[in-house]
C-alpha cells in the first residue's frame, strides 16, 4: 500500500527523532527535451543525527534504485512514497538513488514543450509537499536545512536555483551546474528552473546591501515581457519591506520567472520567486491586471521574511506567512508604488473570496486544524488568505502600526531560520503593544463564520447590530452631496463595538456607511434609506473605496437573498458603464455575468441574457477606444455571448475583419474568447477553430482551441469532453481546464445533465487514482449544476467513509448549489 498522505501526528514525532543537517541534492535533466523520456535520475545525500534506529524517507516517484546508510548498501524497502531507513545511528548519512517522474500537472518537476520553437522548460513547484516528487526528503516543513543542488542540464540552457552558480562545467551537450548551499530552508521552498528562458538582469542596493535581479520568461513569450515595470515594482518593494522590516534581505539574489501551465498565481521560493505566464500579457491588460501582478510580486516578496526566513511548524499555521503576505502584497502597493488603490481591490475583490468561504458548511478558523497533507492542499483557500489579510488590517488598527511592525521585527530577530507558531507571533505583538491580545486571537483567530453589521434604528437611536459577535474597532462614515452633486463624506465616527447591539451617537445622512476605510472583516447591510441614495446615485460616490464597500454590499445582500438579483443586475447595468476604478469594474462584471447564470429563475434568465448582452455591447461601444474599460466590457461581451447568440453576426464580423469596434484590439486571449462564444451557441465550427489556431499556434492557442472544440453544442462533442476529462490522463493541468471548461460553455444542461450519474459514480475513483491537483480539478470543474440537490444529498448519505478532502470539496459544491436554488426563489 502506498502512503503518500502524511499526518501531523507521524511528522511531529519524525522531527522530533531527527534533526537534518545538510542535504545534497543531484538532478539529470540532460535528457528532458527528449518527450518520450518519462523520468530523470535523482540523487539525494541527506545527513542527519537520530535518537530513532529507524524513520522514513519521503519519495514519489518511478523507482528506487539503491539506498546507501552510513556507507553500507542496504535492501529497499519502498511503497511507492516511503523508503524505510533502519540501522541508524546518533549522526547519520543517507544516499538514496532513484528515478524521479517528469510532470504533467504542474506539481513537482514540469516539463512544458513549447509549440511556437520546439524547445522545452522545466520548473518546479512544491507546496505543499511535492519536493518529494524530485528528491528523497523528509518533507515536512520543520524540519529545515541547507541544500546544496548540482543540476546536469543540456548546454546553453539557463539553469536557476535558490542560489548562484558555484561552479559550472560545460561541453558542447551538456552542463553541470552546482549552486551555493542555501540557507537553512524547507524542502518546499527549494526550487530549480531549467531551459532556454530569456533572462533580463538589474540589482537593486541599499546601503551595504546589493540583491541582483533576473526576471524570466520562455524566449518565444519574451517579446511580451514587460521586464521594466517588473522591476521597477520589484525595486520598490524591496525599499519598503527592508524599511518596514529592518532586517537586510537575507538570500543573496532575487530572481522572478513566469513559467507555463502554472497551478498558482506564484510562489515564494527563497531568491527564486516563480510566477503564473498568465502575468506577461500578451495584448492589451486593463490597470486592474497590472495592478494585480504587482499585488502578487509584493505578496511572495513579503514570504522572503513572513514563510521563508520564520516558517510555521505545520500546515495549521500556514495562515502565519499567507495571512501576512496578502497584507503586506496590498499595504505595499498601496504605499509604495503607483498602485495607490490597492485597498480597493483587497476591499472589493479579495474580501470578496473571503465572505464566500466563510460561508461554506466547511469554514474553518484562521488557525485551523490540519490533520494531514490533504487537508493541507484545500486550505489555501479565502480565509487562510484574505480573511487572515482583513483580520491582521484590523489587529493593526486595534494595536497601532508603530507596535505592530515592531512586534514584526522582533519576531524575525527571534526565530530567524527556524520555524515558529502562533503564541510566538502572539508574545511579540503584546509585548509591542502592552495589550493582552489572547481574547481577540480568540475571537478571530480561532472562531469561524462572517460577522454581519446592520444599522437600525430605535426610536431616537441608532445601534450596530451584530451577527456572529466579535470585537471590532471600525469606522462609521457619514455621506451626503456637496454643491456639485457629488456624495462626499462629511463626518466619520470611531466605534469600537463588541456584542450583539452597540449604540452609536449620529446624524442620519442621505448615505451611511458601516466599515467605512475597510478597517475590520464584516458584511455591512446598507439601510434602506442608503440603499435607495446608492440605488439612484451611487457614481456620485467619489471615494472608490467607499465606492467599493457600497458595491460589496449590494453584491453580498444579493448573494445572501435579502436584494433582490433582478435589483442588483438594473444597478449593475445602470452604474458599471460609469465605475472608473478598473477592479470595480471588473468584479462588477464578473458578479452581474454570475447572477445572471446562477440567480434568477429560468423565465428571468432568458430576458436578462440577452438584455445583459445588449448592455455589455453598448458599453463596449461607448467606451473611450483603447481604453481598459473598452476592454473589459468586450470581455463582458464575450462571456454573455456564450449563452446568448443575439450578437453572433456581429462577433463574426468583427472576427473576420469586416466590422471594427473603434479602438478595440483584437489580441489572441480577446479573439479566442469570442471564438468560444461562437462555438457555444453553434455559430463556429472545426473549420472556423482550427483556422484561428492556425493563426494563434501556441501554448495559449493550443489550449483554447481545446476549450472551444469542447464548447460546441453537439452530443457527440460533449461526450468526447467527459471522456476526455476523465479518462485521459496525458492532459495537461490547463489542458484539463480547457476540456472541463468547454465541456460546461454554453450552459447547455440539456446536453450534459445525463452526466450527472456518471459523475458521482466516478469521483470515488477519480479521487484515489489521480493527484490531488488534478483530482480537484476534475471534482469542481464537472460538478453538476442541476436543479436539485437530491443526487448530491444521496452521494453524501452513502459515502460518509469517503477521504476528508473529497467530502469537503463536494460538500463544498453541494453548497454552492444551494445558495443558487435558494437565490432564484427570492423576487
Known amino acids: 500500500?502506498?502512503?503518500?498522505?502524511?499526518?501531523?501526528?507521524?511528522?511531529?514525532?519524525?522531527?522530533?527523532?531527527?534533526?537534518?543537517?545538510?542535504?545534497?541534492?543531484?538532478?539529470?535533466?540532460?535528457?528532458?527535451?527528449?518527450?518520450?523520456?518519462?523520468?530523470?535520475?535523482?540523487?539525494?545525500?541527506?545527513?542527519?543525527?537520530?535518537?530513532?534506529?529507524?524513520?522514513?524517507?519521503?519519495?514519489?516517484?518511478?523507482?528506487?534504485?539503491?539506498?546507501?546508510?552510513?556507507?553500507?548498501?542496504?535492501?529497499?524497502?519502498?511503497?511507492?512514497?516511503?523508503?524505510?531507513?533502519?540501522?541508524?545511528?546518533?549522526?547519520?548519512?543517507?544516499?538514496?538513488?532513484?528515478?524521479?517522474?517528469?510532470?504533467?500537472?504542474?506539481?513537482?518537476?514540469?516539463?512544458?514543450?513549447?509549440?511556437?520553437?520546439?524547445?522545452?522548460?522545466?520548473?518546479?513547484?512544491?507546496?505543499?509537499?511535492?519536493?518529494?516528487?524530485?528528491?528523497?526528503?523528509?518533507?515536512?516543513?520543520?524540519?529545515?536545512?541547507?541544500?546544496?543542488?548540482?543540476?546536469?542540464?543540456?548546454?546553453?540552457?539557463?539553469?536557476?536555483?535558490?542560489?548562484?552558480?558555484?561552479?559550472?562545467?560545460?561541453?558542447?551537450?551538456?552542463?553541470?551546474?552546482?549552486?551555493?548551499?542555501?540557507?537553512?530552508?524547507?524542502?518546499?521552498?527549494?526550487?530549480?528552473?531549467?531551459?532556454?528562458?530569456?533572462?533580463?538582469?538589474?540589482?537593486?542596493?541599499?546601503?551595504?546591501?546589493?540583491?541582483?535581479?533576473?526576471?524570466?520568461?520562455?524566449?518565444?513569450?519574451?517579446?511580451?515581457?514587460?521586464?521594466?515595470?517588473?522591476?521597477?515594482?520589484?525595486?520598490?518593494?524591496?525599499?519598503?519591506?527592508?524599511?518596514?522590516?529592518?532586517?537586510?534581505?537575507?538570500?543573496?539574489?532575487?530572481?522572478?520567472?513566469?513559467?507555463?501551465?502554472?497551478?498558482?498565481?506564484?510562489?515564494?521560493?527563497?531568491g527564486l520567486v516563480t510566477f503564473t505566464e498568465a502575468y506577461v500579457f500578451r495584448g492589451a491588460a486593463t490597470a486592474a491586471q497590472y495592478e494585480g501582478r504587482a499585488n502578487t510580486i509584493l505578496h511572495e516578496m513579503a514570504h522572503m521574511w513572513f514563510g521563508d526566513l520564520v516558517t510555521m511548524v505545520w500546515w495549521d499555521d500556514l495562515w502565519l506567512k499567507e495571512s501576512f503576505a496578502d497584507y503586506m502584497g496590498a499595504l505595499a502597493s498601496a504605499e509604495a508604488t503607483r498602485w495607490t488603490d490597492a485597498w480597493v481591490a483587497f476591499a472589493n475583490r479579495r474580501k470578496a473570496w473571503a465572505y464566500s468561504q466563510d460561508q461554506l458548511p466547511t469554514t474553518h478558523p484562521i488557525v485551523a486544524d490540519i490533520v494531514d497533507l490533504e487537508a493541507a492542499k484545500l486550505n489555501f483557500d479565502g480565509i487562510t488568505y484574505a480573511k487572515g489579510a482583513s483580520v491582521l488590517k484590523q489587529l493593526v488598527a486595534h494595536v497601532g502600526r508603530v507596535e505592530f511592525f515592531e512586534g514584526a521585527r522582533r519576531y524575525f530577530r527571534a526565530h530567524a531560520f527556524g520555524t515558529a507558531t502562533l503564541e510566538d507571533l502572539l508574545a511579540e505583538l503584546s509585548a509591542t503593544s502592552g495589550r493582552d491580545l489572547t481574547a481577540w486571537a480568540q475571537a478571530w483567530l480561532q472562531t469561524s463564520g462572517v460577522s454581519t453589521l446592520t444599522l437600525e434604528r430605535r426610536g431616537k437611536r441608532h445601534e450596530i447590530v451584530q451577527t456572529n459577535p466579535r470585537p471590532h474597532t471600525l469606522a462609521v462614515g457619514l455621506y451626503d452631496f456637496d454643491d456639485a452633486g457629488s456624495l462626499v463624506l462629511t463626518e466619520r465616527l470611531e466605534v469600537d463595538i463588541s456584542g450583539v447591539r452597540t449604540p452609536v451617537e449620529l446624524t442620519e445622512t442621505p448615505l451611511v456607511l458601516l466599515n467605512?476605510?475597510?478597517?475590520?472583516?464584516?458584511?455591512?447591510?446598507?439601510?434602506?434609506?442608503?440603499?435607495?441614495?446608492?440605488?439612484?446615485?451611487?457614481?456620485?460616490?467619489?471615494?472608490?473605496?467607499?465606492?467599493?464597500?457600497?458595491?460589496?454590499?449590494?453584491?453580498?445582500?444579493?448573494?445572501?437573498?435579502?436584494?433582490?438579483?433582478?435589483?442588483?443586475?438594473?444597478?449593475?447595468?445602470?452604474?458599471?458603464?460609469?465605475?472608473?476604478?478598473?477592479?470595480?469594474?471588473?468584479?462588477?462584471?464578473?458578479?452581474?455575468?454570475?447572477?445572471?447564470?446562477?440567480?434568477l429563475r429560468p423565465e428571468a434568465r432568458d430576458r436578462w441574457r440577452s438584455e445583459w448582452l445588449e448592455s455589455s455591447w453598448a458599453a463596449m461601444s461607448a467606451a473611450e477606444p483603447g481604453s481598459g474599460e473598452q476592454l473589459a466590457w468586450a470581455r463582458a461581451v464575450a462571456a454573455a455571448a456564450t449563452v446568448q447568440r443575439d450578437r453572433a453576426t456581429d462577433l463574426r464580423a468583427v472576427l473576420d475583419g469586416g466590422a471594427t469596434v473603434p479602438g478595440l484590439r483584437l489580441d489572441p486571449d480577446l479573439r479566442w474568447s469570442l471564438w468560444t462564444a461562437l462555438a457555444a451557441t453553434g455559430d463556429a465550427d472545426a473549420a472556423d477553430l482550427d483556422a484561428e489556431l492556425a493563426r494563434d499556434d501556441t501554448a495559449s492557442g493550443r489550449t483554447a482551441h481545446l476549450r472551444a472544440m469542447a464548447a460546441r453544442p453537439d452530443e457527440d462533442v460533449k461526450a468526447r469532453a467527459w471522456a476526455s476529462a476523465l479518462e485521459d490522463t496525458s492532459l495537461t493541468n490547463d489542458h484539463l481546464d480547457a476540456v472541463i471548461g468547454g465541456f460546461r460553455a454554453g450552459a447547455r444542461r440539456d446536453l450534459i445533465a445525463r452526466y450527472d450519474g456518471e459523475y458521482f459514480a466516478s469521483i470515488g475513483d477519480v479521487w484515489a487514482s489521480r493527484s490531488i491537483e488534478i483530482a480537484r480539478r476534475i471534482v469542481v470543474g464537472l460538478f453538476p449544476a442541476a436543479d436539485s440537490l437530491r443526487t448530491v444529498d444521496a452521494w453524501l448519505d452513502e459515502h460518509a467513509e469517503a477521504p476528508t478532502a473529497l467530502h469537503r470539496l463536494v460538500l463544498e459544491q453541494r453548497d454552492h448549489l444551494a445558495r443558487d436554488l435558494r437565490v432564484r426563489g427570492v423576487r
Open 1 to 270: 500500500m502506498t502512503t503518500a498522505n502524511l499526518t501531523r501526528d507521524e511528522t511531529a514525532a519524525r522531527s522530533a527523532a531527527i534533526t537534518v543537517r545538510a542535504y545534497r541534492v543531484e538532478l539529470d535533466l540532460a535528457a528532458a527535451p527528449d518527450q518520450s523520456r518519462p523520468g530523470f535520475a535523482t540523487t539525494t545525500t541527506l545527513e542527519f543525527d537520530a535518537t530513532a534506529a529507524h524513520t522514513w524517507i519521503d519519495f514519489l516517484g518511478l523507482s528506487v534504485e539503491s539506498v546507501t546508510v552510513n556507507g553500507e548498501t542496504v535492501p529497499v524497502e519502498y511503497d511507492g512514497a516511503r523508503i524505510a531507513v533502519r540501522g541508524l545511528g546518533p549522526s547519520n548519512v543517507v544516499t538514496v538513488a532513484a528515478t524521479g517522474e517528469y510532470s504533467r500537472s504542474g506539481e513537482g518537476l514540469h516539463r512544458f514543450h513549447d509549440p511556437v520553437d520546439g524547445q522545452t522548460y522545466l520548473y518546479t513547484q512544491y507546496e505543499p509537499a511535492d519536493a518529494r516528487r524530485v528528491f528523497a526528503c523528509f518533507e515536512q516543513p520543520d524540519m529545515k536545512a541547507p541544500f546544496t543542488f548540482a543540476v546536469t542540464a543540456p548546454a546553453g540552457w539557463e539553469v536557476v536555483s535558490n542560489r548562484t552558480v558555484a561552479t559550472r562545467e560545460a561541453d558542447d551537450a551538456r552542463q553541470v551546474v552546482e549552486f551555493e548551499p542555501t540557507l537553512p530552508i524547507s524542502t518546499y521552498l527549494t526550487a530549480v528552473v531549467a531551459g532556454p528562458y530569456a533572462r533580463v538582469e538589474s540589482s537593486w542596493s541599499r546601503g551595504d546591501l546589493t540583491v541582483p535581479l533576473g526576471v524570466l520568461c520562455r524566449a518565444s513569450l519574451a517579446q511580451y515581457l514587460d521586464a521594466d515595470t517588473v522591476l521597477e515594482v520589484t525595486a520598490q518593494g524591496l525599499d519598503f519591506f527592508a524599511e518596514q522590516f529592518d532586517y537586510p534581505y537575507p538570500w543573496g539574489k532575487y530572481d522572478q520567472v513566469f513559467v507555463p501551465e502554472y497551478n498558482l498565481g506564484a510562489m515564494e521560493n527563497p
Open 516 to 599: 467605512d476605510g475597510d478597517l475590520t472583516y464584516a458584511k455591512v447591510r446598507l439601510g434602506g434609506f442608503s440603499l435607495r441614495t446608492v440605488e439612484a446615485s451611487l457614481d456620485r460616490v467619489v471615494d472608490p473605496l467607499a465606492r467599493g464597500l457600497v458595491w460589496s454590499a449590494l453584491w453580498n445582500a444579493t448573494r445572501d437573498g435579502v436584494l433582490p438579483t433582478e435589483r442588483y443586475l438594473t444597478m449593475a447595468r445602470t452604474f458599471a458603464p460609469t465605475e472608473s476604478n478598473m477592479a470595480l469594474l471588473t468584479a462588477a462584471l464578473a458578479n452581474a455575468s454570475y447572477a445572471v447564470g446562477h440567480y
